[in-house]
């Protein structure tokens, strides 16, 4: 797609695609480059109704389009993506375990595992009131968490462990 003030191609022109403006432009940059929000952009490009205007840009072909362009550009130039990070985590973590550096290798996991999603931040787990629960209570509800996990784990192999179960000990 032609950035802002270069021609569009003849076959491009007769699909009746328009060129992205000036305008367009300054509040895909601001947006992108400037960690704004899309109604600050708007507001910044200079759109008179920034809320509404963000939302009809970012639904805009054109302007979706070189959104997208925009992007791949970043990640041509910095080389920065999910895969690449968590491939590169994985590297640093058998380095470090092949050192026997332990610490290093536990944070490099941590790290891979919270860009993948499956680890997350306590503060983002809500809370039950769990100093209000009996011990009963909790252990009922740790054993019925517990079981959920298992139902979603998927068994590598037959000769796998069993995890301890939580509740009652005789």
């Given at each position: 797609?032609?950035?802002?003030?270069e021609?569009?191609?003849?076959?491009?022109?007769?699909?009746?695609?328009?060129?992205?403006?000036?305008?367009?432009?300054?509040?895909?940059?601001?947006?992108?480059?400037?960690?704004?929000?899309?109604?600050?952009?708007?507001?910044?490009?200079?759109?008179?109704n920034?809320?509404?205007?963000?939302?009809?840009?970012?639904?805009?072909?054109?302007?979706?389009e070189?959104?997208?362009?925009?992007?791949?550009?970043?990640?041509?130039?910095?080389?920065?993506?999910?895969?690449?990070?968590?491939?590169?985590?994985?590297?640093?973590?058998?380095?470090?375990?092949?050192?026997?550096?332990?610490?290093?290798?536990?944070?490099?996991?941590?790290?891979?595992?919270?860009?993948?999603?499956?680890?997350?931040?306590?503060?983002?787990?809500?809370?039950?009131?769990?100093?209000?629960?009996?011990?009963?209570?909790?252990?009922?509800?740790?054993?019925?968490?517990?079981?959920?996990?298992?139902?979603?784990?998927?068994?590598?192999?037959?000769?796998?462990?069993?995890?301890?179960?939580?509740?009652?000990?005789?």
């Amino acid at each position: 797609m032609p950035k802002v003030g270069e021609n569009l191609p003849k076959e491009q022109r007769e699909k009746g695609l328009k060129r992205l403006t000036q305008r367009q432009q300054d509040f895909l940059d601001n947006f992108m480059h400037k960690d704004m929000t899309q109604t600050n952009a708007a507001r910044q490009a200079g759109y008179s109704n920034p809320s509404v205007d963000a939302v009809r840009l970012l639904r805009n072909p054109v302007v979706q389009e070189r959104w997208q362009e925009m992007q791949e550009e970043n990640r041509a130039r910095f080389g920065v993506t999910l895969d690449k990070s968590l491939r590169d985590l994985l590297k640093i973590r058998n380095e470090a375990l092949d050192r026997e550096r332990y610490g290093e290798a536990i944070r490099a996991e941590e790290l891979r595992l919270r860009a993948s999603g499956v680890l997350i931040n306590k503060s983002h787990v809500l809370h039950e009131k769990v100093d209000k629960m009996s011990k009963e209570e909790i252990l009922a509800e740790l054993q019925a968490l517990q079981q959920k996990a298992e139902s979603r784990m998927k068994r590598a192999n037959v000769s796998h462990i069993e995890p301890k179960k939580i509740g009652k000990t005789s």
